[in-house]
């Protein structure tokens, strides 16, 4: 029992230096599912590719390498764990890509990636709980980035 203590503890250290605060779950932005994707932006606001490539390299926020390669060779240690991201502009539209980031299990229950603009999770952190790992302008900048990789 003292074990399993001292490694959640180091395991919840540890994702506590890697992932940011996204938004309160009374900050949430309402939107609607419809056939496994959210096709209504999460804000109104067209996304910004900069900020969208900055967050999904950000390994403190996004943190998509950790999982997915990228056409990013300037950036060391891509994952192998999920899909390239290499032409995803390709495979998948903007709405698909929506549900993907903001609940992926909703569209495949079983699937590593985590929810990034989803509350409720299960062994979380006192300090995210009721967070949300990305904000709704967040999702919609890496959408934009994503977008670009064609």
């Known amino acids: 029992?003292?074990?399993?203590?001292?490694?959640?503890?180091?395991?919840?250290?540890a994702v506590a230096g890697?992932?940011?605060?996204?938004?309160?779950?009374?900050?949430?932005?309402?939107?609607?599912?419809?056939?496994g994707t959210?096709?209504?932006?999460?804000?109104g606001v067209a996304g910004d590719?900069?900020?969208?490539?900055?967050?999904a390299i950000n390994r403190k926020k996004g943190n998509c390498?950790?999982?997915?390669t990228m056409p990013i060779p300037e950036e060391q240690f891509h994952g192998l764990t999920g899909p390239s991201l290499e032409g995803v502009a390709e495979r998948m539209n903007e709405a698909?890509?929506?549900?993907?980031?903001?609940?992926?299990?909703?569209?495949?229950?079983?699937?590593m990636m985590p929810s990034f603009y989803r509350t409720g999770q299960h062994r979380v952190l006192k300090a995210f709980e009721?967070?949300?790992?990305?904000?709704?302008?967040?999702?919609?900048?890496?959408?934009?980035y994503l977008r670009t990789l064609k």
């Not at 890697?18 to 056939?35: C, L, P, R, S």
């Open 1 to 13: 029992m003292k074990h399993k203590k001292i490694i959640s503890a180091v395991v919840g250290a």
């Open 18 to 35: 890697t992932i940011g605060f996204g938004a309160h779950a009374n900050e949430m932005v309402k939107y609607e599912v419809v056939d």
């Open 38 to 43: 959210i096709p209504q932006s999460l804000t």
């Open 49 to 55: 590719v900069a900020n969208g490539k900055k967050v």
């Open 65 to 68: 390498l950790a999982c997915h």
């Open 96 to 111: 698909e890509l929506r549900m993907r980031l903001v609940d992926p299990k909703v569209v495949a229950y079983d699937t």
């Open 130 to 144: 009721g967070k949300t790992i990305l904000e709704a302008q967040e999702i919609e900048d890496v959408i934009a």
